[in-house]
């Protein structure tokens, strides 16, 4: 069996058994290692953490004629996959539509629980190493450390907003007075609710305050661009419409674009014909050319109705 093969078996017994993955480790460390050999064509490799059983990777997209000397706003996404699995792959299209804006664009390997045996606490920790890693190198990548955005979709969107909204789960063997706190969130059907009633409760129980976003908005949050489906399967959308009014409450900014009809992971490039990723994507831009990070209209076109 090829070891793609093995890891789609993996994710769905980690599914029927509720997390439990520690006889299945063997096979998610042939999926560690498949996910290890990914490539992206143009983009540049970094390790930005490493453990016994898992080197964490960043892939990143410059754009055109970038220059090491630039300080260009850049972004950082993590995919989504339950906390299980999943991989950087996911947003590659969006990395590279940005990088063809003019932003420095990067997607993010962290750690999962059918590779690396872990909890969406170690999901979230990786994810500050990340924004982290990105700051404390900024110099040499031609990024500007006051324009990182984290973004990401579903888990992967809890993961961005965690960084943005959580104190805490903060890795102590790291630089702690370098921020992990991005300038601004881009987060597609994110998990937001991890208290009771919520995605992923059973996974963090009693510690879910630590964890979940939406019990943790505050004054100061990055500004904050959402996109959702109105027929959202595992996040009720009704979730995404208190997040912003929380938000707003507290005089942070949020903009929650809604879409009728469309359920979890409308987003991605291969649904429905690549429509609302066109259509997420352009409003993505405009929320960031608001910000001043991007300059002029979007590029892609807007699809027919």
């Known amino acids: 069996m090829s070891k ?22 063997p096979v998610g460390q042939a999926c560690a290692e498949a996910e290890s050999q990914l490539e992206f064509a143009g983009a540049r490799q970094e390790t930005y953490k490493q453990f016994p059983n898992a080197e964490l ?20 996404f993590f995919f989504g996959g339950s906390w299980n699995g999943g991989t950087p792959k996911q947003f590659e ?11 420095v664009a990067i997607t993010a390997d962290y750690r999962v629980a059918t590779r690396h045996g872990t909890t969406p606490f170690d999901a979230v920790k990786d994810g500050k190493s990340a924004v982290r890693w990105i700051r404390s190198n900024a110099t040499r990548l031609g990024i500007d450390s006051k324009r990182i955005a984290a973004g990401g979709g579903s888990a992967g969107g809890h993961v961005a907003a965690a960084t943005g ?11 702690l007075a370098i921020s992990s706190i991005p300038n601004a969130l881009l987060l597609f059907n994110p998990v937001y609710d991890n208290g009771p009633g919520g995605y992923g409760y059973e996974r963090v129980k009693a510690d879910y305050q630590q964890i979940s976003p939406f019990h943790n908005i505050r004054a100061g949050a990055p500004p904050t661009v959402v996109f959702f489906g109105t027929q959202d399967d595992l996040v009720p959308v009704v979730t995404a419409v208190e997040y912003e009014k929380r938000m707003k409450a ?56």
């Open 165 to 175: 909204n959580i104190r805490g789960l903060e890795n102590q063997n790291e630089h």
């Open 57 to 76: 990777k960043l892939y990143i997209f410059n754009p055109k004629e970038h220059q090491l000397t630039d300080r260009r706003p850049a972004a950082v």
């Open 4 to 25: 793609s093969g093995a890891c789609k078996i993996l994710f769905v017994l980690v599914i029927l058994l509720g997390g439990r993955v520690a006889n299945l480790l």
């Open 93 to 103: 299209p969006h990395c590279r539509y940005l990088a063809s804006r003019g932003m």
């Open 250 to 305: 507290v005089n942070s900014r949020c903009e929650t674009h809604l879409y009728e009809k469309q359920k979890h992971g409308f987003f991605n490039e291969n649904r429905s014909d690549g429509k609302y990723f066109r259509k997420t994507v352009i409003e993505m831009d405009r929320f960031l050319n608001s910000l001043g990070w991007l300059q002029g209209p979007p590029t892609l076109a807007q699809p027919p109705e």
